[in-house]
């Protein structure tokens, strides 16, 4: 943990206190005591520095300085919805990658099942992306969208998306020339979209783009191919 995330509400005047898992590291991980300072942020908001001013019962009381502004997102993932021990590793992964926005999405080879999974409500899949932004040391959360069918995803991409790249397994290296807006990277199922999904795709703006002739697995390809495109991008 890199950096204590906090809710707006647990802030009042630059003060709060924390209890549960992030007491916990601070005080068995961090060691902190009265004075001792660590690095924090609101969720959505600033970061910068946090004083200890008391520890009572396993609860630490801290005021914060935050005049930092943290890592701005910086790419949208679309996303065959996976299993969910998949998912949450992506989740995680992505969440201190930088994305901004994740599309999950079904398609021909993604088990309808997987879209009762309980990791897809807020309440659990928000503490998994918070896990990732501390890791991360920054503070903006991704937004989440479900998309049952690939049809419903082309409207719902936001409009400002640039750079449109679809993961595909062909042994081939597609140029990355910077586009005004936010790139988005799609991601296929275990089995790889099907010729028809990958035609929609092109239909819709998206260039295949390959990490090499092997085929990956989703929760491989997901954060491999955000960061090789990062590397990308920052060298040209």
Known sequence: MNLVLVEPEELSGGAGCLDGARAEHLLQVLHVQPGSVFRLGVADGPCGLATVRGIDGGKVA???AL????????????LA?????SLRRILFQSAAMGVRHIFLTGAQ???????SMHLLQEAEYRPVLLEGLMQAKTTAVPKVHIVRQLRELWEALPEDAGLRL???PEPRRTPVVPTPGVPVVAVGPDGGWT??????????????IALGPRPLRTDTAAIALPAVLGDRLAGV
């Open 67 to 78: 005049d930092e502004t943290p890592l701005a997102p910086w790419y949208d993932l679309v």
């Open 195 to 208: 010729p028809a999904e990958n035609a929609a795709f092109a239909e819709h703006g998206f260039r295949p």
């Open 81 to 85: 919805l996976t299993r969910p021990r």
């Open 166 to 168: 679809v993961a595909n």
């Open 62 to 64: 801290f005021e914060a």
């Open 109 to 115: 080879k993604v088990e309808k099942s997987y879209f």
